[in-house]
């Protein structure tokens, strides 16, 4: 079985994958880096703080993390554990971890 290419288009390999979008600056990037290390941080030290606790009757569940009132939502299933942090925080930028010695969501 041969397979052969959708399309003969070539792409240049410093083309814009959306041309009609500027990129960004570098230090525009660094800006938007250091802010999600900083949330990510926020998260993991709510994480620590409450996860030794919580990890002896819900081990492997979800939990939901909104650092800037420092609330957490868990349960069983991600889907349902996101909806109850919206619910009460619609507009935040929430951090999904696990009940576990990482906190690590998944396999790698």
Not at 46 to 70: C, K, R
Not at 83 to 93: D, L, T, V
Request: net charge neutral; charged share 30%.
């Amino acid at each position: 079985m041969e397979t052969k290419p959708n399309s003969k288009r070539k792409v240049a390999p410093d083309s814009h994958l959306f041309p009609n979008r500027s990129r960004l600056s570098k230090e525009e990037i660094a800006r938007r880096k250091a802010e999600s290390h900083a949330f990510a941080e926020r998260c993991r030290g709510i994480f620590n703080q409450v996860a030794p606790q919580l990890m002896t009757e819900h081990y492997s569940w979800s939990i939901h993390i909104e650092p800037d009132s420092g609330d957490y939502f868990i349960d069983p299933d991600s889907e349902v554990c996101f909806q109850k942090a919206q619910q009460k925080h619609p507009s935040a930028k929430i951090m999904e971890m696990c009940l576990n010695e990482t906190g690590a969501c998944g396999r790698i």
